[in-house]
């Protein structure tokens, strides 16, 4: 069964889904990056077009459950949102923080599906790996940047443009429909926004330490910019707001370094696709240390007093050492065990009062604070087959099964 005959089929006559209401619709094309750019009245058409292709699959194939790699977009979401409508027990799963391991979610928010209880060896393994100052979770893109690789990188995305043009005339795929995201996701698509040493402190640490001399009753508030656009921003903070990250991002930063300082990291493997007006914007901000993406981000959490960010690996290199954590997602597998305060991104003005008071409370986890936290996170995760060379992690089968049957379980089957 062809899923572009059918979607075709379904919006060339313009059907559309008894299974979506008007809400449904909104959150699904608010969500994406591709509906959110193209013309309202069309992007609906294409949810409802969608969710007509997928439910004749699910129609046909009739099963006891779905299971679905998260890939920041609508088509993925609008499965999650059938399989809620239809209740049927539904798992989605994406690439993991701890090594040999792949996050699952519950739905497409990003909230943990718990279901597994690690053994204490695990749990030892785990937190002693990624205990070390110089771990960092690379998901298998490499930790190096060059001006040859960034005009290698603005290449190929133009060639990829082109093909995708060509292979949606000749495939009569006008929408791309198996690859019309690729323009919407990180991308290198300028040559200007190569990451060059001017958009960063020259020496980070001497800066901070400069900054603390002329303010040393400010906090050390510690920022690390999120890989973006993905899941973790469009679907998992559930106020829409951050999702012109930009700008967001800019007001919290100028918000928070009246009185207190504010050190941001770019993200590794945002080098090159970041618009660098955002990182020229906050180098340039009094009370704000921008730190190069090559530096350690547990380098920068020894350094700070709390660690602010959305979802992301922070919220559990800055728990393990002790840091209280402050964020603006609460649906992240981690803000359970971690004790992390919520700070609500429509009261941005109450941040410096609350970060404050979640600093002065904060207690540092002992050893075994901290390995009730890591068997929580883990609490989330299934073990990966390790050694593969695709894109997508390939569950393991000891945990896979057991797994779908109890996904199966939950639809009372």
Same mark, same amino acid.
């Given at each position: ?27 699904? @094309? ?42 920041? #977009? ?9 399989? *809620? ?28 599906? &718990? ?38 990188? %603005?290449?190929? +995305? ?11 005339? @000749?495939?009569?795929?006008?929408? &791309?429909?198996?690859?019309? %995201? ?20 020259? &020496? ?25 656009? #993905? ?5 998992? %903070? ?6 012109? +990250? ?41 009370? %704000? ?8 981000? &547990? ?7 709390? @660690? ?8 559990? #290199? ?6 209280? @954590? ?8 981690? +803000? ?13 003005? #109450? ?36 050694? *593969? ?25």
């Amino acid at each position: 069964m062809d899923t572009r005959s059918q979607f075709y089929k379904a919006l060339d006559a313009g059907l559309r889904s008894g299974e979506l209401d008007a809400d449904d619709v909104a959150e699904i @094309v608010d969500r994406c990056r591709l509906l959110r750019n193209v013309d309202r009245a069309q992007a609906e058409k294409l949810v409802h077009a969608m969710a007509i292709a997928l439910a004749h699959h699910i129609d046909a194939f009739r099963p006891d459950a779905l299971i679905s790699q998260m890939v920041d #977009e609508y088509v993925s979401h609008t499965f999650a949102v059938l399989a *809620k409508k239809r209740s049927l027990g539904y798992l989605g799963y994406c690439a993991g923080y701890f090594p040999g391991t792949s996050l699952l979610l519950a739905d497409p928010h990003g909230r943990p599906y &718990n279901w597994r209880a690690a053994d204490d060896l695990e749990v030892s393994e785990r937190l002693e790996r990624v205990s070390g100052v110089t771990f960092r979770q690379t998901y298998n893109l490499g930790a190096g940047y060059s001006w040859g690789r960034h005009l290698k990188s %603005v290449l190929r +995305y133009r060639v990829k443009l082109l093909w995708f043009a060509i292979r949606g005339r @000749v495939e009569k795929d006008p929408w &791309n429909l198996h690859y019309r %995201v690729t323009p919407y996701i990180a991308e290198r698509r300028h040559l200007r926004d190569f990451p060059g040493a001017g958009l960063f402190s020259a &020496n980070w640490q001497a800066d901070l330490d400069a900054l603390r001399q002329r303010r040393p009753d400010a906090k050390i508030i510690y920022m690390p910019l999120s890989y973006f656009p #993905e899941s973790t921003i469009d679907y998992w %903070v559930l106020d829409r707001r951050m999702i012109d +990250y930009a700008a967001m991002i800019q007001t919290i930063a100028a918000t928070l370094s009246r009185d207190d300082i504010v050190v941001v990291k770019e993200h590794l493997h945002m080098m090159g696709a970041r618009d660098t007006n955002l990182l020229k914007a906050l180098n340039g901000m009094e009370g %704000v240390v921008s730190v190069p993406p090559l530096e350690l981000s &547990n380098a920068v959490v020894a350094r700070s007093d709390t @660690v602010l960010l959305g979802s992301g690996s922070p919220g559990i #290199e800055a728990t393990i050492r002790g840091k209280p @954590v402050v964020t603006f997602c609460d649906t992240s597998y981690w +803000y359970a065990p971690s004790g992390a305060t919520f700070l609500d991104l429509a009261k941005v003005e #109450e941040w410096p009062a609350r970060i404050a008071a979640a600093i002065h409370s904060y207690s540092p986890l002992g050893i075994e604070g901290q390995r009730r936290f890591i068997a929580g996170c883990l609490e989330a995760s299934t073990r990966v087959i390790e050694g *593969k060379t695709t894109i997508w992690p390939v569950l393991d089968a000891g945990d896979l099964v057991p797994l779908l049957t109890r996904l199966a379980a939950a639809d009372g089957r």
